[in-house]
C-alpha cells in the first residue's frame, strides 16, 4: 500500500545518503590510516559517523518511531514502527578496501526479535558496486530499479552457497565445522563478508542459497526481506521457524529443504 511505498522510498534515501557518506569517509580515511592512527579506529569511527547521521535522517522524517542499531543505544518510539539499521555491514571488506559492503536499513512493525515482527520495507546499498536493492512487503524487490524475481533452481549438489562467520573464535570453530562437513555436497562455498549482500545475492540469483549462524537483525531484516520478496525461502532450519539470531537460512525454494536437511546432517 501506499505506507509501504512511502518506507522504502524513506530506506533507500536513507542508505543511499548514509553509503555516500561512509564512502567519502573510507577515501579520507586511507589519508588517516597512513598518517598513524589504526585501522580499526578509522572503521569504528565511520560506523559510528555513519549510524549517527542514520539517526539524524530518521528523527527528522519519522521522529516518532523507534531505532534498533549496531552501534548505538537504542532509541523507543509510539508508533510501533522501528528502523533496524547496520551503518557499514561488511566492515572487515570496508577496512580492506573490498568493495563488498553496505549500509542496510529496514523498518520493522512489532517487536524487534525474537518475538513476531514483520519487515515493511527495507533497502541495502552498496556505493562501491553502485548497487542499491530495495524492496516492500508484498510489492517485490528491485536492483537499481529493476525487479529481481528468482528462476527456479534445483538439485543442492549443483548449488553455491554463501555462508558467514561470526567474530567469536568459539563460534567460528563450530561453524568451519558444519561448512566443511557440508563442501562435500554443493558446488561451492562463497565467503563474501557481508550477510546483508549475500542476502540480496540470494535475491538476485548469483547464488542459490545463503546460511549463516548467530546474524542478528541490523545484519539481516533489509537483506531477508529483498530475498523473500524475490521469491527466496527464507526461515530457520526449521520449516516453521523464522529467520532469527539461531540460524538464518535463505535459498532458492528449489533447494531449501536439501539444503536445511544437510545443514542439519552437518551438526547446525
Ligand atoms: C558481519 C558481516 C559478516 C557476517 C558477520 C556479521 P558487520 O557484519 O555481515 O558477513 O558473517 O556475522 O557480523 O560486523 O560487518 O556489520
Given at each position: 500500500g501506499p505506507r509501504i511505498?512511502?518506507?522504502?522510498?524513506l530506506a533507500i534515501h536513507i542508505a543511499t545518503g548514509a553509503a555516500e557518506m561512509a564512502a567519502r569517509m573510507r577515501h579520507e580515511g586511507v589519508a588517516v590510516a597512513a598518517t598513524k592512527s589504526s585501522s580499526t579506529d578509522v572503521v569504528t569511527e565511520a560506523d559510528r559517523a555513519t549510524e549517527q547521521?542514520?539517526?539524524?535522517?530518521?528523527s527528522r522524517a519519522r521522529?516518532?518511531?523507534?531505532?534498533?542499531g549496531e552501534e548505538g543505544d537504542s532509541v523507543s518510539g509510539t508508533t510501533g514502527l522501528t528502523w533496524v539499521v547496520d551503518p557499514i555491514d561488511g566492515t572487515v571488506n570496508y577496512l580492506y578496501g573490498i568493495g563488498s559492503w553496505a549500509v542496510s536499513v529496514a523498518v520493522v512493525e512489532g517487536e524487534p526479535e525474537p518475538t513476531s515482527w514483520r519487515t515493511l520495507a527495507g533497502s541495502v546499498v552498496a556505493p562501491r558496486l553502485s548497487?542499491?536493492?530495495?524492496?516492500g512487503a508484498g510489492e517485490g524487490a528491485t536492483l537499481n530499479g529493476r525487479p529481481l524475481r528468482l528462476e527456479p533452481h534445483s538439485g543442492?549438489?549443483?548449488s553455491l552457497v554463501a555462508t558467514g562467520f561470526g567474530y567469536e573464535s568459539a563460534r567460528r570453530t563450530a561453524q568451519g565445522r558444519v561448512v566443511a562437513q557440508l563442501l562435500g555436497s554443493v558446488r561451492d562455498i562463497r565467503r563474501m563478508g557481508s550477510a546483508a549482500l549475500d542476502l540480496c545475492a540470494v535475491a538476485a540469483g548469483r547464488v542459490d542459497a545463503y546460511y549463516e549462524l548467530g546474524t542478528k537483525p541490523w545484519d539481516h531484516a533489509a537483506g531477508a526481506l529483498v530475498a523473500r520478496e524475490a521469491g527466496a525461502w527464507v526461515g530457520g532450519l526449521k520449516d516453521d521457524e523464522r529467520e532469527s539470531e539461531r540460524m538464518l537460512v535463505a535459498a532458492n525454494p528449489g533447494i531449501s529443504k536439501q539444503l536445511r536437511a544437510a545443514l542439519r546432517d552437518a551438526g547446525a
Open positions: 511505498k512511502e518506507l522504502r522510498e547521521h542514520i539517526r539524524e535522517l530518521i521522529p516518532d518511531d523507534a531505532i534498533l548497487e542499491v536493492y530495495s524492496a543442492l549438489s549443483d
